[in-house]
């Protein structure tokens, strides 16, 4: 017996937080992600929800709080969002370094200035090499089931990361969207309890995050990046037993007819679900488009986003972040990189769009993709092209 | 520690480089650092103590002759204690003298 019902998103995360039976709870409310967080607040006030919620005095000490309570073993979950990830930015570092298994939800929001409080992939983008693994996703039950999901790869032996899970600020946050909730029981046995192996333990001392001299660095380092690298392939059975659980599957390369289409456009994030109406339009119209959307963004599934446009000519990127002076997107720089050795690729044609909460809409899409149709033909001059500004 | 640290792999290392072994920092030789070292005339010497209130490293002890001297294996080499001494015992002298 599952329960569906209409819920706030933000609320539905605090709630499946609750399921996964967090015990600390250290977070600093932000806008878009403050009813996850205040929600959370409410839970533990009302007993709901047994477990310590820490409220600090700025991200910074939020992610700080969290890396003490993790570090005795307790299951840790903190938000936020846009400035508030970038103000934790160092502490992310220490986080993943210490492989502490933290779960955060990150409401995605643009970074000032100008202030904007609405959404784009700037803050993401911005935390992509801090070491932690960063779950995408495109709705609400989708975040519900990979925040559920991310307290067990986190805390996998195997693992021991922490993880990210993003989504939409206000596009998911604040929308009210049906939500199929598993049962407690469920969960319960879908996630066992966080048992971390070298706990802070005053019978057992153990020091942390201690001095690295030049001797042990570099080896502290590659431990970390081949423990990352090599979560994959925890998170792909996760995602396995949640399907074969719960009846929802989860990929870290999306498709969406995609299989044998000869252009791709490629999307992370909700704006992939109106990209999915422009591609089911332009099919229509005999057009031959599919859509591939990243969900998993690190570790980077190199294997499957190949696999995924090895047969396609043109491969269509939406940016929601602009990488200044730089080649375009991240994330088209990155897919970029991941086909240049690759002897049969499609050429990718980079854009960046929906910044700072400006939508693209159905139409906007199709407009993307036959403008970058146009550019693999006609050849541009520019490393990417923004869409939508007015000129 | 079984093997010295520059002999320590990748796979060597506890998960996140957590230290399990208490007390494992008395091994890190912070002499290592210094380029002078300390040298006395313990003739002068009124074993009153300030060096070892002011040395920063926490390395002076009283030797058998209840004279106070730094611990080589761990002074950085700062001189605070040659500064601070009333009757000028400690000289800082070059690690290549």
């Known amino acids: ?391 | 520690m079984a093997k010295s640290e520059s002999e320590l792999t990748w796979k060597d290392l506890e998960i996140g480089c957590i230290v399990t072994e208490p007390g494992s920092a008395r091994q890190y030789e912070t002499g290592a650092w210094r380029s002078q070292r300390p040298t006395y005339d313990f003739s002068k010497c009124i074993k009153c103590g300030i060096c070892q209130l002011f040395c920063p490293e926490g390395c002076i002890e009283q030797n058998q002759d209840g004279h106070f001297e730094a611990n080589l294996f761990y002074c950085k080499g700062c001189g605070i204690c040659a500064r601070e001494c009333w009757t000028r015992v400690i000289t800082m002298v070059d690690e290549e003298e």
Not at chain 1, 64 to 87: K, M, N, Y
Not at chain 1, 175 to 185: G, L, N
Not at chain 1, 298 to 307: G, S, Y
């Open chain 1, 1 to 391: 017996m599952t329960t569906r019902v209409g819920i706030e998103v933000s609320i539905a995360i605090a709630d499946a937080v609750k399921m996964a039976n967090a015990d600390v709870v250290a977070a600093y409310p932000i806008t878009p992600q403050t009813h996850i967080v205040e929600h959370l607040a409410e839970l533990v006030a009302n007993g709901e929800l047994d477990a310590e919620y820490i409220p600090v005095e700025s991200e910074h000490s939020a992610m700080s709080a969290c890396l003490g309570s993790s570090a005795t073993g307790a299951r840790t979950f903190t938000a936020t969002a846009g400035q508030g990830l970038e103000l934790m930015h160092e502490v992310l570092y220490v986080a993943s370094s210490m492989r502490l298994p933290v779960v955060m939800a990150v409401a995605n929001r643009a970074l000032s200035s100008p202030l904007s409080v609405w959404g784009d992939h700037s803050d993401m983008m911005a935390v992509r090499d801090t070491g932690w693994i960063q779950i995408v996703v495109e709705n609400g039950q989708q975040a519900v089931d990979n925040i559920i999901c991310a307290f067990r790869i986190a805390e996998d032996k195997r693992v021991l990361l922490p993880v990210m899970v993003h989504l939409d600020g206000f596009y998911l946050t604040h929308v009210i969207e049906p939500i199929t909730f598993p049962e407690q029981s469920d969960v319960d046995r879908f996630l066992p309890p966080n048992k971390y192996p070298l706990p802070l333990n005053p019978d057992k001392p153990v020091a942390m995050g201690d001095f690295g001299p030049p001797a042990i660095y570099t080896e502290a380092k590659w431990a970390q990046e081949v423990q990352l690298r090599a979560s994959k392939d925890v998170v792909l059975e996760c995602w396995d037993e949640f399907g074969r659980a719960f009846g929802r599957q989860y990929c870290p390369v999306e498709k969406y007819h995609s299989d044998g289409a000869k252009v791709l456009l490629l999307t992370m994030g909700c704006f992939s679900e109106t990209a999915m109406v422009a591609v089911d339009n332009m099919r229509k119209e005999g057009k031959d488009i599919g859509l591939v959307r990243l969900r998993l963004w690190r570790p980077f599934p190199f294997e499957e986003f190949r696999q995924a446009v090895k047969d396609a000519d043109v491969l269509i990127v939406l940016d929601r972040a602009i990488s200044f002076g730089g080649p375009g997107g991240a994330v088209a720089s990155e897919l970029k990189a991941a086909l240049y050795n690759q002897d049969k690729k499609p050429e990718v044609v980079s854009f960046v769009g929906g910044l700072g909460g400006r939508d693209i809409t159905e139409a906007g899409f199709e407009d993307i993709i036959n403008r970058g149709i146009e550019i693999t033909r006609t050849g541009s001059k520019n490393e990417y092209e923004i869409y939508g500004v007015r000129e």
